[in-house]
Protein backbone atom coordinates (compact mmCIF):
# COMPACT_ATOMS: atom_id res chain seq x y z
CA UNK A 1 0.00 0.00 0.00
CA UNK A 2 1.38 3.48 -0.75
CA UNK A 3 2.32 5.50 2.58
CA UNK A 4 0.78 8.67 2.37
CA UNK A 5 2.10 11.80 4.40
CA UNK A 6 0.38 15.45 4.39
CA UNK A 7 1.39 18.71 5.86
CA UNK A 8 -0.41 21.50 6.05
CA UNK A 9 1.73 24.57 5.05
CA UNK A 10 -0.17 27.75 4.94
CA UNK A 11 -3.77 28.95 5.11
CA UNK A 12 -5.37 32.10 3.42
CA UNK A 13 -8.19 34.02 2.81
CA UNK A 14 -9.80 34.02 -0.31
CA UNK A 15 -10.65 37.42 -1.76
CA UNK A 16 -12.20 36.47 -4.49
CA UNK A 17 -14.85 33.53 -3.47
CA UNK A 18 -18.65 34.39 -3.60
CA UNK A 19 -18.42 33.72 0.75
CA UNK A 20 -16.51 33.47 3.25
CA UNK A 21 -13.76 31.18 1.80
CA UNK A 22 -10.70 29.67 3.53
CA UNK A 23 -7.64 28.34 1.46
CA UNK A 24 -5.20 25.60 3.25
CA UNK A 25 -2.35 24.89 1.15
CA UNK A 26 -1.69 21.21 1.82
CA UNK A 27 1.59 19.23 0.61
CA UNK A 28 1.03 15.79 -0.35
CA UNK A 29 4.23 13.50 -0.24
CA UNK A 30 3.49 9.06 -1.49
CA UNK A 31 6.17 6.61 -1.53
CA UNK A 32 9.42 7.32 -3.34
CA UNK A 33 8.66 6.60 -7.34
CA UNK A 34 5.00 5.58 -7.19
CA UNK A 35 2.90 7.13 -9.54
CA UNK A 36 -0.06 8.73 -8.06
CA UNK A 37 -3.19 9.16 -10.94
CA UNK A 38 -5.81 10.66 -8.75
CA UNK A 39 -6.15 10.88 -5.32
CA UNK A 40 -9.86 11.84 -4.09
CA UNK A 41 -9.29 12.90 -0.40
CA UNK A 42 -11.74 13.82 2.14
CA UNK A 43 -10.81 16.18 4.88
CA UNK A 44 -12.50 16.87 8.83
CA UNK A 45 -10.79 19.58 10.39
CA UNK A 46 -11.10 19.99 14.05
CA UNK A 47 -10.54 22.41 16.67
CA UNK A 48 -8.66 21.64 19.26
CA UNK A 49 -8.75 24.72 21.93
CA UNK A 50 -7.10 22.96 24.61
CA UNK A 51 -3.81 23.88 22.80
CA UNK A 52 -3.56 27.16 23.20
CA UNK A 53 -3.90 29.64 26.98
CA UNK A 54 -6.37 32.31 26.73
CA UNK A 55 -6.56 35.86 27.68
CA UNK A 56 -8.90 37.24 30.70
CA UNK A 57 -11.47 38.87 27.39
CA UNK A 58 -10.91 35.32 25.20
CA UNK A 59 -12.23 33.39 28.24
CA UNK A 60 -15.08 35.68 28.53
CA UNK A 61 -15.94 35.26 25.03
CA UNK A 62 -15.53 31.83 24.99
CA UNK A 63 -18.04 30.88 28.61
CA UNK A 64 -21.34 30.25 26.42
CA UNK A 65 -18.98 27.52 24.42
CA UNK A 66 -16.96 26.27 27.68
CA UNK A 67 -18.46 27.51 30.60
CA UNK A 68 -16.27 28.67 33.29
CA UNK A 69 -11.89 28.74 33.62
CA UNK A 70 -11.94 26.67 36.23
CA UNK A 71 -14.12 24.18 34.52
CA UNK A 72 -12.23 23.87 31.29
CA UNK A 73 -9.98 20.80 32.11
CA UNK A 74 -13.11 18.92 31.12
CA UNK A 75 -14.61 21.33 28.73
CA UNK A 76 -11.87 22.52 26.47
CA UNK A 77 -12.86 19.31 23.79
CA UNK A 78 -12.17 19.34 20.15
CA UNK A 79 -14.59 21.24 18.09
CA UNK A 80 -16.01 20.38 14.39
CA UNK A 81 -15.16 23.16 11.95
CA UNK A 82 -15.66 21.78 8.36
CA UNK A 83 -15.77 18.56 6.48
CA UNK A 84 -14.55 18.65 2.59
CA UNK A 85 -13.34 17.02 -0.22
CA UNK A 86 -10.83 17.71 -3.12
CA UNK A 87 -9.72 16.09 -5.64
CA UNK A 88 -5.79 15.84 -5.91
CA UNK A 89 -4.23 15.71 -9.53
CA UNK A 90 -2.03 13.25 -10.74
CA UNK A 91 1.98 13.16 -9.38
CA UNK A 92 4.65 11.21 -8.93
CA UNK A 93 6.61 11.59 -5.56
CA UNK A 94 4.90 14.80 -3.95
CA UNK A 95 2.77 17.89 -4.68
CA UNK A 96 1.25 20.85 -2.74
CA UNK A 97 -2.61 21.94 -3.69
CA UNK A 98 -5.20 24.05 -2.30
CA UNK A 99 -7.92 22.77 0.00
CA UNK A 100 -10.73 25.39 0.27
CA UNK A 101 -12.80 25.61 2.89
CA UNK A 102 -16.07 27.32 2.64
CA UNK A 103 -16.84 29.37 6.04
CA UNK A 104 -19.88 31.03 7.53
CA UNK A 105 -20.45 34.04 9.81
CA UNK A 106 -23.30 32.17 11.67
CA UNK A 107 -22.43 32.93 15.76
CA UNK A 108 -24.91 29.64 16.49
CA UNK A 109 -22.11 27.55 14.34
CA UNK A 110 -19.31 26.98 18.03
CA UNK A 111 -16.33 26.84 15.40
CA UNK A 112 -17.57 31.01 13.90
CA UNK A 113 -18.04 31.83 18.03
CA UNK A 114 -14.39 30.45 18.55
CA UNK A 115 -12.81 31.67 15.91
CA UNK A 116 -14.05 35.23 16.74
CA UNK A 117 -13.65 35.13 20.30
CA UNK A 118 -9.70 34.86 19.51
CA UNK A 119 -7.66 38.42 20.24
CA UNK A 120 -4.58 38.00 18.76
CA UNK A 121 -2.71 34.43 18.54
CA UNK A 122 -3.39 31.48 16.72
CA UNK A 123 -6.30 28.71 16.30
CA UNK A 124 -4.73 24.76 17.05
CA UNK A 125 -6.24 22.83 14.04
CA UNK A 126 -6.04 19.11 13.47
CA UNK A 127 -6.93 17.54 10.10
CA UNK A 128 -7.72 14.15 9.55
CA UNK A 129 -7.58 12.72 6.49
CA UNK A 130 -9.03 9.88 4.06
CA UNK A 131 -10.16 8.92 0.58
CA UNK A 132 -9.25 6.86 -2.22
CA UNK A 133 -6.06 6.39 -4.21
CA UNK A 134 -5.49 5.37 -7.90
CA UNK A 135 -1.98 4.73 -8.48
CA UNK A 136 0.31 2.37 -10.25
CA UNK A 137 2.99 3.01 -13.34
CA UNK A 138 1.03 1.22 -15.93
CA UNK A 139 -2.77 1.10 -15.89
CA UNK A 140 -3.80 1.64 -11.98
CA UNK A 141 -4.31 0.32 -8.72
CA UNK A 142 -7.40 1.36 -6.67
CA UNK A 143 -6.62 1.67 -2.63
CA UNK A 144 -7.82 3.56 0.42
CA UNK A 145 -6.20 6.02 2.00
CA UNK A 146 -5.29 5.14 5.76
CA UNK A 147 -7.44 6.42 8.18
CA UNK A 148 -4.73 7.46 10.45
CA UNK A 149 -3.15 9.92 8.68
CA UNK A 150 -3.55 13.46 9.71
CA UNK A 151 -1.97 17.10 10.15
CA UNK A 152 -1.70 19.99 12.92
CA UNK A 153 -1.81 23.44 11.57
CA UNK A 154 -1.57 26.36 13.73
CA UNK A 155 -3.66 28.87 11.91
CA UNK A 156 -3.34 32.78 12.39
CA UNK A 157 -6.49 34.44 13.75
CA UNK A 158 -5.51 37.29 11.86
CA UNK A 159 -6.91 35.35 8.76
CA UNK A 160 -10.11 34.41 10.34
CA UNK A 161 -10.82 38.19 10.84
CA UNK A 162 -9.52 39.39 7.24
CA UNK A 163 -11.56 36.95 5.72
CA UNK A 164 -14.35 38.29 7.61
CA UNK A 165 -13.65 41.74 6.99
CA UNK A 166 -13.62 41.07 3.44
CA UNK A 167 -17.07 40.29 3.35
CA UNK A 168 -18.43 41.85 5.54
CA UNK A 169 -16.45 45.24 6.93
CA UNK A 170 -17.39 46.37 10.07
CA UNK A 171 -20.51 44.30 10.45
CA UNK A 172 -21.56 41.40 12.51
CA UNK A 173 -24.12 38.61 11.75
CA UNK A 174 -27.53 37.65 13.24
CA UNK A 175 -29.59 34.68 12.29
CA UNK A 176 -33.40 35.45 13.06
CA UNK A 177 -36.68 33.00 12.83
CA UNK A 178 -38.70 33.67 9.88
CA UNK A 179 -41.33 35.29 12.45
CA UNK A 180 -39.35 37.39 14.20
CA UNK A 181 -37.84 39.03 10.62
CA UNK A 182 -40.90 39.68 9.63
CA UNK A 183 -42.09 41.42 13.31
CA UNK A 184 -39.20 43.40 12.98
CA UNK A 185 -39.88 44.09 8.93
CA UNK A 186 -43.58 45.45 10.24
CA UNK A 187 -41.93 47.15 13.25
CA UNK A 188 -39.61 49.00 10.71
CA UNK A 189 -42.35 50.26 8.70
CA UNK A 190 -44.55 51.39 11.03
CA UNK A 191 -42.30 53.69 12.01
CA UNK A 192 -40.61 54.51 8.48
CA UNK A 193 -36.56 54.03 9.51
CA UNK A 194 -34.49 53.78 6.82
CA UNK A 195 -32.16 50.68 7.87
CA UNK A 196 -31.84 47.78 10.25
CA UNK A 197 -29.38 49.24 12.06
CA UNK A 198 -31.99 52.15 12.83
CA UNK A 199 -34.29 49.69 13.83
CA UNK A 200 -32.44 47.83 16.20
CA UNK A 201 -30.99 50.99 17.69
CA UNK A 202 -34.71 52.57 17.78
CA UNK A 203 -35.58 48.80 20.21
CA UNK A 204 -32.50 49.54 22.18
CA UNK A 205 -33.11 52.62 23.20
CA UNK A 206 -36.90 52.04 24.28
CA UNK A 207 -35.47 49.03 26.32
CA UNK A 208 -33.61 51.87 28.29
CA UNK A 209 -36.24 53.76 28.43
CA UNK A 210 -38.39 51.00 29.86
CA UNK A 211 -36.11 49.56 32.09
CA UNK A 212 -36.45 50.20 35.94
CA UNK A 213 -34.52 51.89 38.43
CA UNK A 214 -31.30 50.15 39.67
CA UNK A 215 -31.29 49.92 43.58
CA UNK A 216 -29.56 52.51 45.32
CA UNK A 217 -27.35 52.23 48.14
CA UNK A 218 -29.01 50.28 50.80
CA UNK A 219 -31.35 48.92 48.72
CA UNK A 220 -31.19 45.00 48.07
CA UNK A 221 -31.33 44.58 44.14
CA UNK A 222 -33.80 41.46 42.97
CA UNK A 223 -31.19 37.81 43.11
CA UNK A 224 -30.90 36.99 39.68
CA UNK A 225 -31.13 32.94 39.31
CA UNK A 226 -27.60 31.25 37.68
CA UNK A 227 -27.85 30.51 34.30
CA UNK A 228 -27.79 27.02 33.16
CA UNK A 229 -24.52 25.38 32.77
CA UNK A 230 -24.02 24.32 29.19
CA UNK A 231 -22.88 20.96 27.65
CA UNK A 232 -19.66 21.15 25.68
CA UNK A 233 -20.18 21.56 21.63
Known amino acids: MTDFTFTCTGVRADPYAAGPTLV ?3 RVTATAETRVHALALRCQIRIEPARRGY ?9 DLFGERSRWGTTLQPVQFAQVAVMVPSFTGEIETDVPVPCSYDMDIAAGRYFSALEDGEAPLLMLFSGTAFTGAG ?3 VEPVPWDREASYRMPASVWKE ?3 QHFPGCGWLKLPTDTMDELLAFRSRHALASWEATVRALLDAAVIAEPPRPGPGRAGPVLPRAAERTAP
Open 24 to 26: FRL
Open 163 to 165: MME
Open 55 to 63: GPGEAAALH
Open 139 to 141: GFH
